[in-house]
């Protein structure tokens, strides 16, 4: 199963946490795809991203990539 993860949201904390929860479903073996406004706006935020793209998610893609995913998570 893919999840695709769109966070779409200014506030700092609120996209820390959308990352985290990306990172916090691959435990259960879900790939995940992310769409993330750029910049990532905290260390927290930039650590959940380098460490899913090591485990080989995608982060940083459109909005329709994260779309078409199988299941989908808007934070705002």
Known sequence: MIIGIIA??????????????ALGLT?????VV?????????????RAAATLRSFG??????ID???AADAVEVWT
């Open 57 to 62: 998610h995608r982060v940083g893609v459109a």
């Open 27 to 31: 435990l259960r073996g879900a790939r």
């Open 8 to 21: 779409r949201t200014r506030d700092p904390h609120r996209q820390s946490e959308a990352l985290r929860a």
């Open 65 to 67: 990539e994260a779309l």
């Open 34 to 46: 992310v769409a993330v406004d750029e910049p990532l706006l905290t260390p927290l935020a930039e």
